[in-house]
């Protein structure tokens, strides 16, 4: 297979290109800089945009596009920031709408990502695939812009892969969040009880081959694992699986102070289910937190 990444050179584009290289398949990486320089791996071929701009051709043929394209939005969010955030997803969509109306042979599938957030905040509703995106925060507004700037994309199988909080042991959120409990001053952040949606980076990697590899799937696919938990039991699986208590609580007000906006990430949340994944036959090798942290932090016993 034939596989170009938008975002190839991000958190979870590098693994999904180490992940297609391991199966034999061929990958080109767009980014805004180019490869004069540096030596890429065999069966990667890197293009800037400018590049697919000026001869979209150099894409002819490729099976399936990945935009993984987007500003981090770990930062604290000003509104220069939050521009930038909304700007890069709509562009990115825009530009690789741009390209598919270019090409002669159009890749197949387009699997645009996208966030859990499209389902809005919410204390206690449950979602999944079939449930109405809704607008409430800044979040749900970015993914619910990012997904109509999706639409315009000419593909005959649009995925739009709403993605939950992605764990790796040493890039993502997850060393932060965990780095409390290495200090032993781990505890419940606000009051707790708000839902993550979360999924280990091995299963977001092998969902994404898996809609790849699978004709039938197209919409929405929450990228996430089918046992989101509360903050507070998400505390407790981590300071379980490496020997640490669970005791500390963060207050919200603290939170807002340090984080401004950007606390939402940490305060409110979602409870999503990955119902499109399992009906099509998709297993999880991390379904639970348990299993989840044990890989990730259970070796610091």
Known sequence: MRVAIAGGTGFIGRALTKALLERNDEVYIIS??????????????????????????????????????????????????????????????????????????KPPLVVNASGISAYGISPDGIFDESSPTKVTDFLSEVVQKWEQAADTIPAKRLVKLRVGVVLDKKEGAFPLMAM???????????????????????DMIQLILFILDNEDISGPVNGSSPDPVTNDAFGRAIGKAMGRPHWFPVPAALMRVLFGEMSTLLLDGQRALPRKALEHGFTFKYPTVDAAMNELVGSHR
Do not use: C
Request: glycine residues 10%; without cysteine; charged residues 20%.
């Open 180 to 202: 409390p409990y290495r200090l032993f001053g781990g505890g419940k952040i606000g009051s707790g009880k708000q839902w993550l949606s979360w999924i280990h980076l091995e």
């Open 32 to 105: 805004r800089q180019s490869s004069s320089g540096r030596s890429e791996p065999s069966g990667v071929t890197r293009f800037t945009w400018s590049e697919l701009e000026a001869v979209p051709a150099l894409l002819e043929g490729i099976d399936a596009i990945v935009n993984l394209t987007g500003e981090s939005i770990n930062q604290r969010w000003t509104s220069a920031a939050k521009q930038r955030v909304m700007q890069s997803r709509m562009t990115a969509a825009a530009r690789i709408a741009k390209l598919m109306q270019s090409l002669k042979y």
